[in-house]
């Protein structure tokens, strides 16, 4: 094989977006070759925009089984993500899943085992991962430089979006049509970089705000608490109603302290592990010395481009990829478990109970209201 065929199954803002890509030739080997999506209005785009020997279909299903396609990316609305990673895995093409993984854990947890027994590739597109910052940040922690993670916060409230946003797609910021708001459409990013970064926490307390700043059914701003097998503790904020809004991670470690902001990693380094200095020093009031640092970093940042690079050459030549899909449990079970503290109002463990959580998922459905579909699609360029 010289060259991947992909189709893409939904072509809503993203699925719009990495047809782009991929028709502009951002991506060597790869060519889109069919696209699927349930509204006539997105096929008459597609057949308007795209090169006239894109296939069109109307169910992502009979995508698969044309035979027209080595690979899917999966881009429709998060429920149906584990459904045609199944079926496409089943079918022996490759899938690329847009994130989130799935709504609840236990549908992800059965697509995984589906990954297990395939030998088909399955990737997710964690595109932060491809952060220049973020994977330094990795490579510092793994090598075991920075000692004991002690405290990590994140506040991520640059994620602003309008009425108008919301309002857009019917499906959108309903339980019954999207499962979540701001912790299962934007911050999965930032959820997935928490437990790569830090591992899953064991016990998590959260606050999840529904329709605080917007018209919706879903959570648009939370806080959450959480604590880690070691005994370090972090805090997570978000919202989508906040302007200008903040990205800032800070972690404390025993040896140093990093602040990722602005796309820059600034290290106050301990001359001696805190935890020594602590124990040792007679002076009650002194401080251990710091050096103050700015991070290099290679500066590579290809995001959804580089995502779609890694699938394509793991499929050509067996190279790695950014993210391996049945990683998307992860971050998925931390945002499950601040939906389901926050229900429930108490702190819940990790691994949560799944069953309880679908439970609690079911009562929202019950009640959700689908909303009119405007049939607009927004360019998602540029807003992750």
């Keep these: 094989m010289e ?59 009979k995508l698969i089984d044309s035979g027209m396609c080595d690979a899917v990316l999966i881009a429709t609305p998060h429920y149906f993500h584990p459904e045609y990673v199944i079926y496409a895995l089943e079918h022996g093409v490759h899938a690329l899943s847009e994130k989130p993984a799935g709504v609840y854990t236990k549908q992800v947890r059965q697509m995984n085992e589906a990954a297990a027994k395939s030998d088909k590739v399955f990737a997710i597109m964690f595109n932060q991962r491809t952060n220049c910052v973020y994977r330094k940040l990795h490579e510092m922690i793994e090598s075991g430089e920075l000692g004991q993670l002690k405290r990590v916060n994140w506040i991520i409230t640059d994620w602003y979006r309008t009425q108008a946003y919301y309002d857009a797609a019917g499906w959108k910021a309903t339980w019954e049509g999207e499962g979540g708001g701001v912790l299962l459409n934007q911050c999965p990013h930032q959820l997935d970089l928490l437990q790569w970064l830090c591992g899953l926490p064991v016990k998590v307390r959260a606050f999840c705000h529904e329709a605080k700043w917007h018209n919706i059914e879903v959570e648009d701003d939370v806080t959450a608490y959480m604590e880690f097998a070691n005994g370090a503790t972090g805090v997570f904020v978000t919202t989508t109603g906040d302007a200008p809004g903040t990205n800032r991670l800070e972690l404390t470690f025993d040896k140093a302290k990093i602040v990722c902001e602005h796309d820059k990693l600034i290290m106050d380094e301990l001359t001696v592990s805190e935890r020594q200095f602590c124990m040792t020093e007679p002076n009650g009031f ?84 689908l909303k009119e579909d405007t049939g607009i699609v927004f360019d998602t360029t540029g807003t992750y």
């Design 3 to 61: 060259e991947v065929r992909i189709g893409i199954i939904g072509i809503g803002g993203m699925g719009t977006n990495h047809a782009r890509t991929i028709i502009d030739g951002q991506v060597a080997n790869l060519r889109l070759t069919a696209v699927a999506d349930i509204r006539q209005s997105r096929l008459d785009w597609a057949r308007e925009n795209l090169p006239e020997d894109v296939a069109l279909f109307s169910d992502g299903r």
């Design 286 to 369: 002194a401080k251990p010395e710091a050096r103050k640092v700015l991070v290099e970093t290679d500066g590579m940042n290809e995001q959804h481009v580089g995502v779609l690079k890694a699938f394509t050459n793991k499929i050509l030549n067996n190279t790695p990829l950014i993210a391996d899909g049945s990683e998307g449990i992860n971050g998925l079970m931390l945002s499950n478990a601040m939906f389901l503290s926050s229900w429930l109002d108490r702190t819940v463990e990790l691994p949560i109970d799944e069953e309880l959580f679908l439970e609690e998922l079911n009562k929202r459905r019950k009640t959700s209201k």
